[in-house]
């Protein structure tokens, strides 16, 4: 063995799944020293996950690559129920939307792992320029000890987590498959042993070693991951398995069967449940439940396991109508159970994220999409504090904020997958039996978790509390009638929810914009300013003291936090991916305005105060900035009364953290207190 050669690095990832990709992707936007591990030889071709959920479709447009996954994916607008009638033969109970309507502008879209895994890897690279490292994958590379140096955790300067990382041979780092000439997931599976111990045993002839001295670490490394393991016994996962064995077929079926090509929940009174994906390329994915591989009190025969046991076992489900295919893609196995970790971070530098800490049924694509969702969340804070723009105590917010929705996961899954698994009740009075209808209406009840969009992370430093009780951060108490002011501020702006997107036009051209589009994933907070009607001379006066205050009081360069006085970011190359923070403009702090006020009574640069327009004396004028809402329809939909207007303060992520109004006494000190609460003050102020 060569000897070991150290090196620093601000962030560590291992593991290049989705987790450990997305996290890549923010720490190349912006530009942190980052290595990226992963045990295997290449990332996944074909199979495992395939569900993208309207929130994840959201933040991927934010990155300015959702247009990519949603023209490749198969959209799926429908589900249908089918269940056993009074002679035991399937039948279509009921057919409705698969995402409730207007819940977001994307709808649930199916695309396989490995090429969005693609997606983003070219993303990543892309994001590489003189000022930003290029963020690499290097494969077949895996960590053999992990040491965290606790006398220097709190020293922000400090490489406190060293790292040995091994180089792996080919076949080292080469899952084995069970057929020779077909793709499975099984090596993955909950049914397969990992690998991982093996190969750490393995001292002989062993390949390169190298130390790694980071700030952070991040173990994105999937459902046995060896850096939970390694961080100690309070790391680990809590829950339990059942006995039921799903088998999944990606295949190009021939098939009578009338819905093959909307999304199916299928109870047979007999053979088990089936469920239905169809997918992008013609192609079906079929889950099916196999009741005949399991042996009772959770053992598994994975020897019976096979496609064509799988494909059997569909027919019988799937039964008068006939299933058949010439064209296999891919196959897997797996063991319904449900699993969390209580500690998400260890002294806030050794992170762990994905199914690292959560683990549970596929069915209802949740996944790779909250597993994406964690390191989204973790992403942003990791590499602003990387960049000593946020400050270090907001890591805390990543457990609080993603154990909550991990333990929601589970809690929902554990439902969920009981239900599906459950034999159809075959009247009332059968009550071992699992009733349809609940099914149904658990499917409906979840679609706001199911879909990403109703989030709603707790009160924190990050995320004021809606009541306005803990969003003060030490300034003065507020009135009753400021509270109630407040809260009606804009209704349906909740902090710790996601801000919606609505359609507005450029004030300057008259384009329809989705809002969110503005918003891109840059690692900027944003200030909108909802103006109401400033048509009026009184609201316009309002909102320009406002754009005043703003610029002199809490975003002036020289105080905390600094304002983007640079053009901002132009969707129009790609979804809002252009203008990114640079070493040159370092901007945490973008002001939108958004008015209800008919657009030809305004005019940009006459009107309005030049926080809303900001000069570069290359760029010229930012053109934008500012929105018209059309007849009101956005300030309605975000609860503003456009005769009062409102602030919402939006963290990088899209998420609310502050809601205000527009007028001095409705709280201008908030909005300052809560940003001084979480950036550093600028080089020139401290
Ligand atoms: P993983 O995807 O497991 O990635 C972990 C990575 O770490 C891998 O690349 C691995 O090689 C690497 N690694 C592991 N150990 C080490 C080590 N010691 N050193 C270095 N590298 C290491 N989710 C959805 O959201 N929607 C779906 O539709 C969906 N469908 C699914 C269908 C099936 C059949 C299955 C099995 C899963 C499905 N999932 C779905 C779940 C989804 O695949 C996972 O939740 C998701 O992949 C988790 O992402 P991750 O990055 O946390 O972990």
């Known amino acids: 063995m060569e000897a070991a050669a150290t090196s620093k690095v601000d962030v560590l990832i291992i593991g290049a799944g989705p987790a450990g990709l997305m996290l890549s992707l923010w720490m190349a936007k912006l530009g942190v020293k980052t290595r990226v591990v992963d045990k295997r030889t290449g990332k996944i071709v074909s199979g495992q996950a395939d569900g993208f959920q309207c929130r994840t479709l959201e933040i991927f447009d934010s990155f ?157 490394d999937g459902a046995h991951s060896w850096v939970r393991k390694t961080l100690g016994e309070e790391y680990q996962m809590k829950g339990e398995s059942t006995d039921a064995i799903w088998g999944v077929l990606d295949i190009i079926p021939i098939t009578d069967f009338p819905d093959i090509r909307s999304r199916c929940m299928i109870h047979s009174a007999e053979f088990g449940a089936m469920m239905i994906i169809p997918r992008e390329n013609k192609l079906v994915r079929v889950y099916t439940q196999l009741k005949q591989v399991s042996t009772g009190t959770g053992r598994v025969d994975r020897s019976q396991i096979t496609p064509d046991v799988i494909l059997e076992t569909a027919r019988k489900i799937l039964s008068p109508y006939t299933l058949d295919y010439h064209y296999i893609d891919w196959w897997t196995a797996y063991q319904i159970g449900q699993r969390v970790g209580d500690r998400f971070s260890k002294h806030n530098r050794v992170f762990l994220t994905g199914d690292a800490v959560h683990t549970h049924s596929p069915k209802a694509g949740q996944g790779m999409n909250v597993s994406m969702g964690d390191t989204y969340n973790l992403g942003w804070k990791l590499g602003l504090v990387c960049k000593k723009l946020l400050q270090p105590h907001v890591l805390d917010t990543y457990e609080l904020e993603r154990r909550q929705i991990a333990r929601q996961l589970i809690a929902f899954d554990h439902k969920f997958s009981r239900l599906f698994s459950g034999r159809p009740a075959k009247d009332a009075s059968d009550e071992a039996g699992s009733s349809m209808s609940e099914f149904q209406q658990a499917f409906r009840e979840a679609q706001l978790f199911i879909t990403g969009v109703g989030i709603h992370y707790q009160p924190s430093i990050l995320t004021s509390d809606s009541d306005l009780k803990g969003g003060l951060q030490g300034t003065e108490t507020p009135s009753q009638s400021q509270v109630t002011s407040l809260a009606e501020s804009a209704a349906h702006c909740q902090p710790g929810r996601r801000f919606a997107s609505q359609i507005v036009l450029s004030q300057a051209d008259a384009r329809p914009w ?54 901002g970011p132009d969707p129009r190359g790609g979804s809002g991916s252009s203008q990114w923070m640079t070493d040159e403009d370092p901007s945490i702090v973008d002001v939108l305005l958004v008015h209800s006020a008919p657009r030809d009574k305004i005019e940009l640069l006459q009107d309005l105060h030049e926080v809303f327009h900001p000069f570069d004396k290359k760029l010229g004028w930012d053109y934008g900035k500012v929105f018209a809402d059309d007849h009101g329809k956005a300030h309605k939909h975000y609860g503003v009364d456009p005769g009062r207007g409102a602030v919402v303060a939006v963290r990088p992520d899209g998420y609310i953290g502050l809601v205000t109004g527009l007028q001095a006494e409705d709280g201008w000190t908030r909005l300052q207190a809560w940003f001084g609460g979480l950036l550093r003050p600028s080089p020139s102020s401290s």
């Open 514 to 567: 989705e809002l969110q589009l503005h918003l891109p994933s840059n690692g900027r907070f944003r200030v909108v300013v909802f103006g109401g009607d400033i048509s009026q001379a009184t609201q316009l006066a309002t909102v320009n003291k406002l754009g005043g205050w703003l610029q002199a009081n809490v975003l002036s360069p020289t105080k905390s936090p600094r304002i983007s006085l640079a053009p």
């Open 64 to 220: 300015g690559i959702g247009h990519k996954v949603w023209h490749e994916a198969n959209h799926m607008h429908e589900v249908s129920f089918w269940n056993p009638d009074e002679d035991g033969k399937i039948r279509r109970h009921h057919r409705g939307p698969n995402t409730q309507p207007k819940l977001s502008r994307f709808t649930e879209a199916v695309l396989h792992q490995g090429r969005v895994e693609s997606i983003l890897i070219d993303t990543i690279r892309a994001s590489a320029s003189p000022k930003h490292p290029l963020v690499e994958i290097e494969r077949s590379v895996m960590p053999t000890s992990l040491h965290i140096d606790e006398s220097c955790v709190d020293d922000e300067d400090a490489y406190p987590v060293e790292v040995t990382l091994r180089h792996l041979t080919e076949e080292e780092a080469t899952p084995t498959q069970r057929l020779s000439n077909l793709q499975d997931g099984l090596y993955r599976s909950n049914l397969a042993e990992d690998d991982t111990e093996r190969l750490l045993a393995n001292t002989a002839g062993v390949g390169r070693e190298e130390k790694v001295k980071a700030k952070y670490v991040v173990g994105c």
